[in-house]
């Protein structure tokens, strides 16, 4: 029976068609476009992505004859499960109340904590006993975050393991000591460089006896915070992890050792499966690195990834947009097959979290197992023709960037000569002209705005502005996290916080279609500032426009036509307002010197660069 089913071949009625079949239809149905621009698309990364792809796209992919949990791992470092813990992050500066919040969260579904005891100094026993009283250490993911605190917690975690008799291959978690990272974010290590390799080391001769916690982190979210593209991160990232691996291998430690006990930490973006694509390429990629110091036991090459959803995307207005970014992103890091993960509560860009937010933050997770299921088939992306070819442009892509920071030196030579900060501050620069013309999206914030939403009193310009961590003593500019939609929030904040909203009137008028559609484009361009956009159905004179906008003490009028009527119909209006307001054209008409020579100098459309459009008319209304 087994044999027979072996040979069933599926909807083998339908006769196979050929892929120059496929591009004959495709070139038939775009009649005459160009096929390049309508259909492939050209990526940030620096490659592009055709259409579609067929099992002919893989054939020559060497990656895609591997099993998950075989080396290089790009399939996953599990065979028979795609299992990941469900992480949530404490603040530990309270012990006693960090350890009260991580008891209640474990008994919630999580299975791994995250005590950040960044803002803790001076780490006692005492301390540590509190904070993980009651807590069953063998049955969780235990981590720590903040680099003081590092060595005495393995010192008191060694010693509570040899007390209690606890089964050290039981242990599992990090702290993550990450002196690049530091270096990465403030400009400068904390101490000397000799100093904090020579930490690193004692930190894993320390940890030689807990097999399944590691103590050197390698921290790739920063780059994903900072704007730079998927590409970058993950070259960044293997760069770092690479100068671990070289430094500390020259300090006397074996490379399984080293290798052993580091873990990485990526962001995740939107991006859905540009990012699946991105830890699968991670993971292969870093195997080779490792197998190329000669491991005793090619075990070690497997990357250990903590996944966290990403905050550069996360927006103070209409918030609760977070929550579906937060759910899609979850959705890459565990088909990707991730092996912890953190998902950034959604109020994260301008407020602590609140018990509200941690509890949709982990049950994003917990639905992703319970009810649909993620947990159970290892690597589901693979065999993807496009995921396996996303795989390999961005491993072959990221390679050849780590190649050239090793060139240069390594991460460390790279970040003091400023190549690492121009690479992250050309993407960010670019990323952030995107989001001003609107060709990337950040939806309730640069599209489709709540225009009823109006600023929380607490927020102000600090909580929205990210702040740099620059030491005085830097020695090079550092990386600088922030949000993508900081610049558009500012704007909107100084309209939220005047008395009088700027009223911007629709004078819809001629053709049924374009006045529509261009009622619509300027209803969203105008409430990306909070203005107040008072729309109409259509008026049959400009007369009965003007005394319609008048009446509503209009500030702005916007005249929303068809490219034909604009010579006559812009003109009389901007005539008939005689200053009283500020008259703007949807569209950019042929005619548009014709209209400008008349006097009227605005005009929004498609390719206008949405903040310095609308900082304009704050500066013309005197905000």
Known sequence: MADKTKKIKLF?????ITTQQWEEQIHKDLKGADYEKKLVWSTIEGFSVRPYYRAEHIENLKHVKYLPGEFPYVRGNKSKCNC??????IDASDVAAANKKAIDVLMKGVD????????????????????LKNIHLESIELNIMGATAAHPFI?????????????????????SFDPLSHLSLNGNFCKSQDEVFETAKKLVEKAKDLPNFRVIGVNGEIFNSAGATIVQELAFALSMGNQYLTLLTETGLDIDTVAQNMKFNFGVSSNYFMEIAKFRAARMLWAQIVDAYKPKNKEVAKMII???????????YDPYVNLLRGTTESMSA??????????????????????????????TQILLKEESYFDK?????????????????????????????????????????????????????????????RREILLGTNQYPNALEKADSKIIADTIISKSGKRNDAIAEPIKPYRGAEQIELMRLKTDKIKETPRVFLLTIGDLTMRKARAGFASGFFACAGFKVIDNLGFNSVDEGIKAALDQK?????????????PTVAPAVFEKLKGKAITVVAGYPASVEELKSKGIKHFIHMKSNLIETLQGFQAELGI
């Open 306 to 316: 903590h996944a966290t959803t990403s905050k550069w995307n996360q927006t103070v």
């Open 155 to 175: 010192d008191f975690l060694n010693e509570k393991v040899q007390t209690n008799k606890i089964n050290k291959n039981e242990i599992k978690g990090s702290v």
């Open 554 to 566: 209009a500030n702005i009028v916007v005249v929303c036509s068809s490219d034909d009527e604009y």
């Open 84 to 89: 990941w813990f469900i992480r949530q992050n």
């Open 12 to 16: 083998e009625e339908f006769p196979p």
């Open 377 to 437: 088939i290892a690597d589901p992306a693979g065999g993807s023709y496009y995921i396996e070819t996303l795989t390999a442009s961005i491993a072959e892509h990221a390679w050849k960037l780590f190649q050239e920071i090793e060139s240069k030196g390594g991460y460390i030579e790279s970040f003091k000569a400023g190549f690492i900060q121009e690479k992250v501050n050309e993407t960010a620069n670019k990323r952030n002209l995107n989001i001003a013309s």
């Open 112 to 131: 791994s904590i995250g005590f950040d005891v960044t803002c803790k100094e001076n780490f006692s026993n005492q301390d540590f006993e509190t904070l």
């Open 334 to 363: 565990t088909i990707a097959g991730i092996d912890s993960l953190t998902v950034t509560p959604f109020n994260n860009a301008f407020e602590k979290a609140t018990d509200f937010s941690d509890r949709i933050a982990r049950n």
